[in-house]
């Protein structure tokens, strides 16, 4: 467990992410979950806001 993360921390740069879509890259990876989380809020403020 801290090897992988020592490996990921050490090289973020090349740090890869491994999806059912293939290998994509971390900032790509973070990317697309910010997208999907700020998609989530504005889904459920706006059903509370409603």
């Known amino acids: 467990h801290q090897k992988s993360n020592n490996k ?3 090289n973020p740069k090349n740090f890869v992410v491994e999806t ?15 997208m999907r989380a700020n998609t989530n809020l504005i889904r459920t403020k706006g059903r509370i806001s409603r």
């Open 20 to 34: 059912e879509n293939g290998p994509i890259e971390l900032a790509t990876a973070l990317r697309y979950e910010r």
């Open 8 to 10: 990921a921390a050490n």
